[in-house]
């Protein structure tokens, strides 16, 4: 399911592409999604989130991406791929999401308790860890 989000400022920033399990899905629609979260769906059918994996990087618009943006295509974008796991390790979403640099930042909060390479994440040098 492809959404499109806009900013405070009434600006396209954010276009992601989401995919669930089938049985899972059938609940998110695009009427639900404007009542609830995503996330609130899948867990009001059962479903507690585990590990998340997830992965931040650069890339520039395509036409198709640019365009639906509002952005020049080549212009900077954040890409951000994330996949949920529920509490068995079984995937439940895999999301990837296009932010207009300009328009879009990625916040993340860590708990104290977490802050180390191993378990807070890594960064990621040519591809390898």
Do not use: C
Not at 36 to 46: D, T
Not at 64 to 73: C, K, S
Not at 95 to 118: H, K, P, Q, W
């Amino acid at each position: 399911m492809h959404y499109l989000r806009i900013n405070r400022k009434g600006e396209p920033a954010m276009l992601t592409d989401a995919w669930v399990p089938a049985h899972l899905g059938k609940r998110v629609t695009e009427a639900a999604l404007r009542k609830k979260a995503r996330y609130e769906i899948l867990m009001a059918q059962g479903v507690e989130f585990g590990r998340v994996v997830q992965e931040i990087s650069a890339t520039v618009g395509d036409p198709q991406r640019a365009g639906l943006l509002r952005t020049e295509v080549g212009a900077p974008m954040l890409k951000l791929v994330r996949l949920m796991h529920d509490m068995d390790e079984r995937p439940v979403q895999h999301l990837t999401a296009y932010m207009a640099a300009d328009r879009a930042s990625v916040l993340m909060e860590i708990a104290g308790a977490s802050v180390n390479t191993l378990t807070a994440g890594q960064i990621v040098l040519d591809g390898h860890a």
